[in-house]
């Protein structure tokens, strides 16, 4: 009897330590694959599934994801964070291939932030004739000065009015108007300058679509989930 008391203590032992070891292994190897998919190096996974060991078959509570400085597409984000309720995961290439695949989920919540400098540095570095973008971004809207080079010819400096607007996957700057000089004029940049496109969702390992677009104080605020409207 005493002999058995024992081997059950350390198994119920074992079950306590496997219910704090399990989210912390886990999550880890979550936020790696994360890691992988956002190109972040500050990211952080917290996982959750009672009993723990149920994570093993890739089934979770839920799990939130942490991530600074994480690019998607050809844009950072100074921080993006999702909460994910009710996720199974492929767990053979979790461990495998150290990827996230999900394989279903019930809902997706996610919160990304774009900072007027890396606006800024994203318009310099994609947009074909600018040069020199300052991109201002106050309540409701932003603004972008810039030099715009009408190839060999001339380069002029103009600014753009617009906003941050989601259609459905992809994320875009509108411009409302185009001045020269501090004078609305035509859009001489055509198509390059009335819309820039900025991120597609699709390249995040789980499906959202855009739900909302703030902009104030320096910053976008991008709102996304899975629910349908």
């Given at each position: 009897?005493?002999?058995?008391?024992?081997?059950?203590?350390i198994?119920l032992?074992?079950?306590?330590?496997g219910?704090?070891?399990?989210?912390?292994?886990?999550?880890s190897?979550?936020a790696?694959?994360?890691?992988?998919?956002t190109?972040?190096d500050?990211i952080t996974?917290?996982?959750?599934k009672r009993?723990?060991?149920?994570?093993?078959?890739?089934?979770f509570d839920s799990?939130?994801?942490r991530?600074?400085d994480?690019r998607i597409d050809?844009i950072?984000?100074a921080?993006?964070d999702?909460?994910?309720q009710?996720?199974?995961?492929?767990?053979?290439v979790?461990?495998g291939?150290r990827r996230v695949?999900v394989?279903?989920?019930r809902?997706?919540d996610?919160t990304a932030?774009i900072?007027?400098?890396?606006?800024?540095?994203?318009?310099n570095?994609?947009?074909?004739?600018?040069k020199n973008?300052?991109?201002?971004?106050?309540s409701?809207?932003?603004?972008v000065?810039?030099?715009?080079?009408?190839?060999?010819i001339a380069?002029?400096?103009?600014?753009?009015?617009?906003?941050?607007v989601?259609?459905?996957y992809?994320?875009?700057f509108?411009?409302?108007?185009?001045?020269?000089?501090?004078?609305?004029?035509?859009?001489?940049?055509g198509a390059v300058?009335t819309e820039i496109?900025l991120?597609d969702?699709?390249?995040l390992?789980f499906?959202?679509?855009t739900r909302?677009v703030?902009?104030?104080?320096?910053r976008i605020t991008?709102?996304?989930d899975?629910?349908?409207p």
């Amino acid at each position: 009897m005493k002999r058995l008391a024992v081997i059950t203590l350390i198994i119920l032992a074992l079950a306590v330590a496997g219910e704090f070891a399990m989210p912390w292994l886990v999550g880890s190897l979550v936020a790696r694959g994360m890691g992988g998919a956002t190109g972040s190096d500050d990211i952080t996974a917290e996982v959750a599934k009672r009993p723990a060991i149920l994570m093993l078959d890739g089934r979770f509570d839920s799990i939130v994801i942490r991530a600074r400085d994480a690019r998607i597409d050809k844009i950072t984000f100074a921080q993006l964070d999702a909460a994910l309720q009710d996720v199974a995961l492929d767990m053979p290439v979790l461990l495998g291939q150290r990827r996230v695949a999900v394989k279903t989920v019930r809902d997706i919540d996610l919160t990304a932030v774009i900072t007027q400098e890396e606006l800024s540095r994203y318009i310099n570095q994609t947009v074909k004739g600018i040069k020199n973008a300052q991109v201002a971004i106050g309540s409701g809207a932003v603004k972008v000065s810039a030099n715009f080079a009408l190839g060999q010819i001339a380069s002029l400096a103009i600014a753009l009015d617009g906003k941050i607007v989601g259609d459905g996957y992809r994320i875009k700057f509108v411009t409302d108007r185009f001045l020269i000089n501090n004078t609305a004029v035509g859009n001489i940049g055509g198509a390059v300058l009335t819309e820039i496109p900025l991120v597609d969702l699709r390249k995040l390992p789980f499906g959202v679509k855009t739900r909302q677009v703030t902009m104030d104080n320096g910053r976008i605020t991008i709102m996304a989930d899975n629910r349908t409207p």
